[in-house]
């Protein structure tokens, strides 16, 4: 999430903190995009939480879990906002940064990222080479001089040929997308060799479910050894639009991690033979439990040409 789209989310925050205190609410704050939103969880908080002392927000520290900090009777609990447009999906958990894995030390010290073993292995320079088997792009995307861009527009223009299902562009799209999943597997193989760091890898699963997924404040978070202390105390909030309706649900996902932590003796990274992903998984009584699967993935246009990121999926659903 941008800056700029982070922004009014930020503010609906405050928005559910001005509510929990029972302060005014002004005429700005009521045209918030997130307003209605606020308004319902604000409300649904209430419910849970009919004996509110003081509500405080933190959204932008890094010290913390939680977006907003709520003291209820002389009890205090961490609450993670999550609001959506859309209606709630199930399993998907995150959508994080490329190199998360080396970022944040689940291996020992100089492992290459994804990033640098792709531009190790020309990555940018073969995709250009399979693109331009096409001779015939539009004059516009010859003349970018940026070739970043100029890629990005080729794949465009070849993405909406194959959905008219010229053969060329589907060909050459096929090419990129399976050289690039043998690309992605030869790192995983890669990663398969390095030392990990177990203690990293259960804290990595912990922040991830506790819905913490921007690049800084994981990598912040990750390095603190007191937030283990907050975990009992989390709880996240979705607001979801179903059937032109806000719906509120309340996920006790600290008292869930904290019960998966405590069941296991040990996490660590496995990797599935000639699979695109990861998973983490529980080790108890020597048996491995699966918990989170990584996937490598390119979120824009197609396999290989822009956005690459981790997609994590909950492999422990209930």
């Known amino acids: 999430m941008g800056k700029h789209e982070r922004r009014p989310i930020e503010k609906a925050e405050k928005i559910i903190v001005k509510i929990l205190n029972s302060k005014n609410i002004n005429f700005n704050d009521k045209k918030n995009r997130?307003?209605?939103?606020?308004?319902?969880?604000?409300?649904?908080?209430?419910?849970?939480?009919?004996?509110?002392?003081?509500?405080?927000?933190l959204g932008n520290t890094y010290d913390n879990t939680g977006d907003i900090l709520v003291v209820s009777n002389r009890n205090k609990f961490f609450v993670e906002i999550k609001m959506s447009d859309t209606k709630f999906g199930i399993g998907t958990k995150a959508n994080i940064s490329q190199n998360s894995l080396t970022d944040n030390n689940l291996f020992v010290e100089n492992v290459k990222s994804?990033?640098?073993?792709?531009?190790?292995?020309?990555?940018?320079?073969?995709?250009?080479?399979?693109?331009?088997?096409?001779?015939?792009?539009?004059?516009?995307?010859?003349?970018?001089?940026?070739f970043s861009l100029q890629r990005e527009e080729k794949g465009r223009y070849l993405r909406s040929l194959k959905k008219k299902r010229t053969k060329m562009a589907v060909e050459i799209l096929d090419k990129i997308r399976e050289r690039d999943r043998k690309e992605k597997i030869e790192y995983l193989n890669y990663l398969k060799e390095q030392e990990q760091q177990s203690e990293m890898i259960k804290r990595f699963f912990v922040l991830i479910m506790l819905g913490i997924h921007k690049g800084e404040l994981l990598n912040s978070l990750i390095k603190n050894n007191n937030f283990f202390q907050e975990v009992e105390n989390i709880l996240i909030y979705y607001s979801n639009i179903v059937k032109n309706k806000i719906i509120v649900r309340r996920e006790n996902v600290g008292d869930r991690v904290k019960?998966?932590?405590d069941k296991f003796s040990d996490f660590k990274i496995i990797f599935p033979k000639n699979?695109?992903?990861?998973?983490?998984?529980?080790?108890?009584?020597?048996?491995?439990?699966?918990?989170?699967?990584?996937?490598?993935?390119?979120?824009?246009?197609?396999?290989?040409?822009?956005?690459?990121?981790?997609?994590?999926?909950?492999?422990n659903i209930k």
């Open 275 to 315: 699979a695109s992903n990861c998973k983490i998984v529980g080790i108890k009584n020597n048996e491995e439990y699966p918990l989170l699967q990584i996937v490598f993935h390119w979120k824009n246009i197609a396999q290989g040409i822009k956005t690459p990121c981790l997609n994590i999926f909950d492999l």
């Open 114 to 146: 994804w990033s640098e073993f792709r531009l190790n292995k020309k990555h940018e320079e073969w995709v250009d080479s399979y693109l331009n088997l096409f001779l015939k792009y539009p004059e516009r995307i010859l003349k970018i001089t940026n």
């Open 34 to 57: 997130w307003f209605e939103h606020a308004f319902a969880i604000a409300q649904k908080i209430r419910k849970d939480f009919p004996k509110i002392i003081s509500a405080h927000h």
């Open 259 to 261: 019960k998966t932590i």
